[in-house]
């Protein structure tokens, strides 16, 4: 699945900032920095805006598509900021076949957002993923760490309900 882009404003703070500096420094003469920057990275800013990227690049002497080719590149990486309830929908075989695909499609209809976006407001992201390990329960989501099993489309509009 392709990663989409934040179409959120970067909203990162000075503090932010110069965490990721202190990072880059710390890795600037490491073969490979880009890797252990970037994960730092997104733990200071919980994921990678494009802002970010670019002071990456800019620090680490490289070109912005090389970082951009790293942070699409892994699944670890995110280039959207996740909201206070991130939303995981299992989309593998098992879970597939017992109607996830509808689950995702009727969250993204409630919510107005697609796979890997944030909603405007921060409250809610959502996310495909490949497998969560509960396929007895399937189709399966999660909201945080609370998992949601044996799903139905028409469950989907009274569990979001329980985080407005």
């Known amino acids: ?49 494009l802002e970010v990227q670019q002071i990456v690049a800019d620090k680490l002497d490289l070109p912005l598509q090389k970082v951009y080719g790293v942070a699409t590149f892994y699944s670890m990486f995110s280039l959207s900021p996740k909201g206070k309830y991130h939303i995981s929908v299992c989309l593998g075989t098992a879970c597939y076949v017992k109607g ?36 007895g329960l399937a189709p399966v989501m999660t909201i945080n760490d609370e998992v949601y099993g044996r799903l139905t489309v028409d469950q989907i509009p009274d569990i979001l309900a329980k985080y407005q």
């Open 100 to 135: 996830s695909g509808a689950i995702i499609e009727k969250i993204s209809e409630i919510l107005k957002i697609q796979p890997e976006e944030c909603t405007e407001d921060g409250k809610f992201s959502l996310t495909a993923c490949r497998c969560i390990g509960a396929c």
């Open 1 to 49: 699945m392709r990663k989409s882009i934040s179409k959120l404003p970067f909203k990162g703070t000075k503090e932010q900032e110069e965490k990721l500096l202190e990072a880059i420094a710390k890795h600037k003469d490491d073969p490979g920095a880009v890797m252990p920057v970037l994960q730092e990275a997104q733990e200071i800013y919980g994921y990678l805006p």
